[in-house]
């Protein structure tokens, strides 16, 4: 749907009175921007304005006040603000509350950029936010009123801490990343990332003093945890210092992002498609490993760090994500006094860096063929730490109050 009209200019006024009949800022200006909004708002597809040069026209003809010859005028710049910079692109709501402003918006094929169209006709200035659906890197301003015609100012893109995307970034547990590299002002940490396992990054000339910020590809100290949210960085980085934090009570499956080193009075094992034990005496990156420890254990490294995936053929399968597990899969535990993997019996999640086994059985409980492991005990179930996750595999507060269903510790809960 389209409209081609020839909107033409105080066409109701006296004919025997030329001057009525002359360009008025204050009668067209809004009129005309209003008619060409409307069409926005109604989902037009097309605006085709009739003659191109003339007084009512996009360039003047010299007559009726509308400029010299050729000249673009006021209606002219108001075109442009729509033909130029939303063309191609898809209107979204706007809401400018009670302000007296008026406009469009419209979102970018890409859904990287807003612009928005906006009047005010009144003489007041009118001091607006614009709660955009990203973390704005830059902007910039063009303005026509009566004395200038599409002028161009830089919008500031300094940090504001209660900015709608950072309170998303940091109660969204899929959100894992967070681009600050074009914005200023920033502080040297943020709060909200301590315990997150989500990383920032930051603009170059950043002081940066907190844990898990990136200035280019290098983070001078990144600290992740068994008990944090997802960790998926966009793309790979440098950290002068890594720490990944779990509790293992007799042990545990793990995966890690990086090299480490095995913490004094731990051991680490491959396992073999034998499920033979293999002692090691460094973590590779993106290995599953079984340690054996008991109590908090600390994991430190340094270099490359980066996301990673197991392959759907390997026979253990580790995750940074929190991923759902089903009744054919099989986690590590401990039964008779022996360690060995137990059939799934029904759905739950998979957290953070643990790791997972498809075995070609249908065995319910399958032991590890081998004596080396030495701890033989492990901490009552009662005693261990209780893990809630909603049925998108985020991980909430161990007593959820939202109605739903939840899986708490492998098992299907039901709040009311």
């Known amino acids: 749907m389209h409209s081609m009209t020839e909107y033409l200019i105080n066409w109701n006024e006296n004919k025997a009175d030329a001057e009525k009949r002359n360009y008025d800022f ?5 009129d005309f921007f209003r008619a060409i909004n409307t069409c926005m708002l109604s989902d037009f597809n097309a605006w085709v304005h009739y003659a191109a040069k003339r007084y009512y026209a996009l360039l003047g003809d010299g007559t009726t006040g509308a400029g010299s010859s050729g000249s673009i005028t006021k209606r002219g710049y108001i075109m442009a603000h729509f033909a130029k910079f939303v063309t191609g692109m898809t209107r979204i709501d706007i809401d400018f509350g009670a302000t007296p402003l008026e406009g469009s918006a419209f979102l970018s094929q890409t859904g990287d950029t807003v612009v928005a169209v906006v009047a005010n006709a009144t003489d007041e200035e009118a001091p607006v936010t614009l709660d955009l659906p990203f973390y704005t890197q830059k902007g910039e301003l063009l303005s026509t009123t009566k004395t200038k015609s599409m002028t161009a100012a830089t919008l500031s893109g300094d940090y504001v801490e209660d900015d709608s995307y950072v309170q998303e ?82 042990c545990r499956l793990l995966m890690l992002p990086f090299n480490a080193v095995i ?9 073999g498609d034998d499920l033979t034990l293999t002692q090691m005496r460094s973590i590779p990156a993106h290995t ?73 059985s249908q065995a319910a409980f399958v032991p590890i063929a081998s004596d080396a492991l030495s701890i033989s005990t492990i901490t009552s179930e009662s005693e261990m730490p209780v893990k809630v996750f909603d049925l998108q595999g985020r991980q909430i507060s161990a007593q959820p109050q939202k109605p739903g269903i939840y899986i708490k510790s492998g098992k299907k809960i039901v709040v009311k």
Do not use: H
Request: with cysteine; charged share 15%; net charge negative.
């Open 26 to 30: 204050s009668k067209d200006f809004f």
């Open 288 to 360: 599953p490993v079984l340690i054996e420890a008991e109590g908090e254990v600390v994991f430190t490294g340094q270099g490359e760090v980066g996301y990673f995936t197991s392959p759907l053929t390997d026979m253990f399968r580790g995750t940074y994500t929190p991923i759902p597990l089903y009744t054919s899969d099989y986690l590590l535990d401990y039964q008779n006094g022996q360690w060995g993997f137990r059939r799934l019996d029904a759905p739950t999640t998979l957290g953070v860096f643990d790791v997972y086994a498809a075995l070609n």
């Open 169 to 250: 970034f940091t109660t969204d547990a899929l959100c894992t990343s967070l681009d600050m590299s074009a914005c200023s002002s920033c502080p040297s940490s943020f709060p909200w990332l301590q315990g997150t396992n989500r990383v920032v990054w930051m603009p170059d000339d950043t002081n940066v003093g907190g844990a898990n910020l990136i200035v280019g590809d290098q983070c001078r100290q990144l600290e992740l945890s068994t008990n944090g949210s997802a960790f998926r960085p966009v793309r790979s980085f440098q950290a002068d210092k890594i720490t990944l934090t779990t509790t293992v009570n007799g």
């Open 263 to 271: 913490p004094e009075g731990a051991k680490a094992y491959t396992i």
